[in-house]
């Protein structure tokens, strides 16, 4: 008869305990949804989609807004969006999967896997191309267009003939020639063109059933589309409050630069993927794709205080407290992953100017409460933030 009381009471403070973690993380999600609508109105993005991931499971899903301002068509959680540059940390992966199948090393010379190459580019790393500190010419021109008309041989050959920027190693600078010499060497290797070898290898292993590889020319079920809220006049830009069309073309050859298209679930199962061991085999290659360069003056280089450092692929938050790598694409999509906190957090918008990696950290403070802008965090982040 006691064993039977004690039972009961047990299950029924069993039961109470289950109800109040998931009112907490009912009231969590409410709060969170308050704050990225209120993100939203302010940035003046149309759409925006997030996925959260715990424990390797997705914890939390959402989509907001206006996918299509044209028709009014609302985003839902089919809905794709451009993550452009976020491209790279998928090339940064499949590099290292032919890595852990011994058909290259990081550290292999460029000119071991590509003939005609200039000479002053033989010497240059995988490991400098994926991290940006090549100091190979840029094949995008003045205006942020692909060199050679989006034709291949064109493009490479206007490249080769412009001089090299730095020598190699000595500093960070966003760079997308690298990625195109890394997708033909991914193509060779693999035996099949680098979008089908990362469709294979990552997309289909991941379970990623509605990414793909497009742009604004491809007609993409449920696209979200591109918002931009800068327009061209004359020489310079004129920001307005209310978007406008953006288009944007990347050519196949450019597509290891940038070109998928996604959906943040789909995402946040890439990431359950990658670190369940589905992508990579070895912890040892995950660390390294991970970690950011060291420059030949000892430090690492980044896109500003926040993005400091930058990976295989994979721009790095190198800090102290709650340290991340942090892809971010198009100055509309980031994604954040707590090396230490196991939480990933994935934001997709369809506005350029939608920024996401500046208030990520805003997002992981409802479930890292030191975080939290209340507490000081973005205060403390200034001055934790590694030079």
Known sequence: MKFKIF????????????????AQQMSTSDSLDTFLKSVMQKRHIPALQIAI?????????ATFGTANLEYNI???????????????????IAVMQLA?????????????????LPDSWKNITLQQVLTHTSGLPDVLDEEEQVMGHNDEQEAMK???????????????????????????IITKLSGMHFTRFIEEKQFKVAGMKLTRFGDSYDVIPNYAGAYTLT???????????????????FPVFFRTAAGIQSTATDMANWIIALKSGKLLKEQSSIDLLWTPAILANGKIGGFNRLTNGYALGWPTVTRDKHPAVGPVG????????????DLSIIVLTNLLQGNPD??????????????????????????????
Do not use: C
Not at 53 to 61: E, L, S
Not at 163 to 184: A, D, I, M, R
């Open 53 to 61: 991931v715990r424990g390797n499971k997705i914890i939390k899903n």
């Open 74 to 92: 609302k985003a839902n959680d089919k809905t794709i969006f451009s993550i452009n540059s976020i491209t790279k940390a998928f090339v940064g």
């Open 7 to 22: 039972a009961s009471v047990f299950f029924i403070q069993f039961g109470l305990l289950v109800s109040f973690a998931k």
């Open 330 to 341: 198009g100055g509309r999509s980031a994604l954040f992953v707590y090396l230490k906190d």
């Open 231 to 249: 327009r061209q006049m004359g020489d310079g830009f004129v920001k307005n409050n209310t978007p406008g069309h953006a288009y944007m073309q």
């Open 158 to 184: 206007k490249v080769k003939s412009l001089p090299v920027e730095f020598k190699p190693g000595e500093k960070f600078s966003y760079n997308q020639t690298g990625y195109v010499l890394v997708g033909q």
């Open 358 to 387: 500046q208030f990520i950290d805003e997002v992981a403070g409802y479930y890292i409460p030191e975080m939290k802008e209340a507490n000081g965090w973005i205060r403390k982040t200034s001055m934790q933030l590694k030079e």
């Open 100 to 116: 852990e199948e011994r058909k290259l090393k990081i550290t292999d010379r460029l000119s071991l896997y590509l003939d005609s």
